[in-house]
């Protein structure tokens, strides 16, 4: 049984390492029953949970956590249509076990590719193999980049910049969000939000946040 063609036009289009596959490989690769609708909140893996496969993400939005035994967490990542999940990789590659969350921040579709099947590819198939290892390096240097903030920046700087990398004069978000993308206490965040505003950065609303001068919040985040 094949996906639906519009779906595997649209699967190679957003993953084109596989595109030069031959077609009875991409049915063996990609069949029907490992495609997965998933609902916004679903826990799509947990710490200590063995990977099962490759996620090929065609919609949606997944977030990459890390919790501390406090309960606080960071977010390590975000995952979009065309991206991939390296620590997926990471576990596949080394046959351990999730040492982080993935949660659908929206509602998902993904394809899962097999195990077995991400190993042939990786030894046969020099596109994909180029494509796993080129994630590898972007979001290495990602995560360099949030280790570097999170040791050496403020957390008022990494709050203007979490809130001007939403690309939106509105968010609609909890403060506690906020806190969690930042590995900070919700606490802290409403207390810097309300400073925020008595400069007239942003204007507070409930579970809203509104811009109300991105060139104060850009001058702030490049302190």
Do not use: W
């Amino acid at each position: 049984m094949q996906i639906p063609a519009v779906d595997r036009e649209k699967l190679l289009k957003l993953y084109p390492a596989l595109a030069t596959l031959a077609p009875e490989r991409l049915d063996r690769l990609l069949p029907a029953q490992a495609t997965m609708h998933l609902p916004a909140g679903t826990q799509v893996f947990a710490e200590h949970q063995p990977c099962q496969g490759f996620p090929l993400l065609l919609d949606g939005s997944i977030k990459v956590v890390k919790q501390a035994s406090s309960g606080r967490e960071l977010m390590l990542y975000r995952v979009a249509p065309g991206g991939s999940c390296i620590i997926s990789s990471s576990c596949l590659l080394g046959r351990t076990d999730y040492n982080a969350r993935g949660i659908a921040e929206t509602s998902l579709t993904l394809q899962i590719l097999p195990l077995g099947e991400f190993s042939r590819l990786l030894v046969d198939h020099t596109p994909f193999r180029d494509f796993v290892f080129h994630l590898f390096a972007e979001r290495i240097g990602e995560l360099m980049q949030l280790v570097e903030e999170v040791a050496f920046a403020r957390l008022d700087q990494r709050l203007a910049k979490l809130i001007l990398a939403r690309n939106s004069d509105t968010l609609n978000v909890t403060h506690q969000q906020l806190a969690d993308e930042l590995g900070s206490v919700r606490e802290i965040v409403s207390r810097l939000l309300k400073g925020f505003a008595a400069q007239n950065l942003v204007l507070l609303g409930r579970e809203q946040l509104t811009v109300t001068d991105r060139g104060g919040l850009q001058k702030l985040a490049s302190v």
